[in-house]
């Protein structure tokens, strides 16, 4: 009979070979994972990386969206602020221009008037975390400031004409804020302007000759407003659909990274079983060559 002269030098490599698939396959049961190194599964590991490029997109997508989220909440708010201000100077101009006011209750229209364009200048240097919204890039400036030196009062903006956006996970741009100037001092809208101007039109106790025209301005400014508060409800709006939308992706796409990189449980145990048993049975041919010869064994 013939006898292979290297089998017995080919025991020891086979189970060395065994006791690290033992090693491996129990890492892998103990993990979970199926992908541990690139040499395991090459194409595997590589659709990995895209899988977890985009999660981080997407992640990193929500992460902003959260915080300007509560920016635009703000900024509707305050919008909705000054449409209720408007309203209400609106009304109170109308009362004065009708012709029925003594003088005191024209001055005291007046009186709240400036009081309206005070609430409304607050409102337009509103902050959020501690940053101006309608300054456009200047957001650690205040916006709007009121000078009583001249009569009418003059308004000033401190802030630019930046426009600021947030990128979608998928490419998608988003407005975040409407300059300051753009909203409350826009030509022929001049919402500051015109209650700048009302406020003198009704201080003598007697209504001025452009007071009417002045009022009616002041709607169309309002008009103009609610108009800009409607960009800042889309925005409102597609940001939270692009949130759902990140959020829903990056569900799926964990769930086939699961499926991608996930062990399967039943095969490993049945390697993991075979794998011992040749390891079993390696190391008992090893013990009983090293009990006498080859020769003594045939």
């Known amino acids: 009979m013939r006898v292979n002269p290297f089998y017995i030098a080919n025991l020891a490599p086979a189970l060395n070979e065994t006791q690290a698939t033992q090693q491996e396959l129990t890492a892998e049961l103990s993990s979970g994972v199926r992908v541990n190194k690139l040499s395991d599964d090459p194409l595997a590991a590589g659709q990995n990386v895209l899988l977890l490029n985009q999660i981080q997109r997407d992640d990193s997508f929500s992460q902003s969206a959260s ?33 029925t006011m003594n003088a005191d209750n024209v001055k005291s229209i007046a009186s709240q008037l400036s009081g309206i ?45 930046t426009i ?48 009417a025209a002045d009022t009616t301005g002041l709607s169309t400014a309002l008009a103009f407003i609610s108009q800009q ?49 040749k390891q079993t049975a390696l190391e008992s041919v090893i013990a009983q060559l090293g009990r006498g010869s080859l020769f003594d064994k045939l």
Request: hydrophobic share 40%; charged share 10%.
């Open 164 to 211: 600021n956006y947030i990128e979608t996970a998928n490419g998608q741009r988003i407005q975040l804020n409407l300059p300051g100037d753009q909203i409350f001092m826009a030509a022929g809208n001049d919402v500051l302007g015109l209650l700048n101007t009302l406020v003198a039109d009704f201080a003598s106790g007697q209504p001025a000759a452009g007071s």
């Open 67 to 99: 915080l300007v989220h509560g920016q635009l909440q703000v900024a509707d708010s305050a919008l909705g602020g000054v449409v209720s201000q408007l309203t209400q100077a609106i009304s109170l101009a109308t009362s004065a221009n009708n012709g």
């Open 117 to 161: 364009r005070d609430e409304v200048v607050a409102l337009a240097n509103t902050s959020y975390q501690g940053q101006y919204i309608f300054g456009g890039a200047q957001t650690a400036t205040t916006p709007f400031s009121i000078s009583s030196t001249t009569s009418p009062a003059s308004a000033t903006y401190s802030g630019d004409g």
């Open 229 to 277: 508060r409607v960009v800042l409800d889309n925005s409102l709006a597609r940001l939270t659909a692009a949130t759902d939308a990140a959020t829903n992706e990056r569900t799926q796409l964990m769930a086939a990274q699961t499926d991608l990189m996930q062990a399967d449980v039943p095969t490993i145990a049945t390697q993991l079983a075979l794998a011992s048993t």
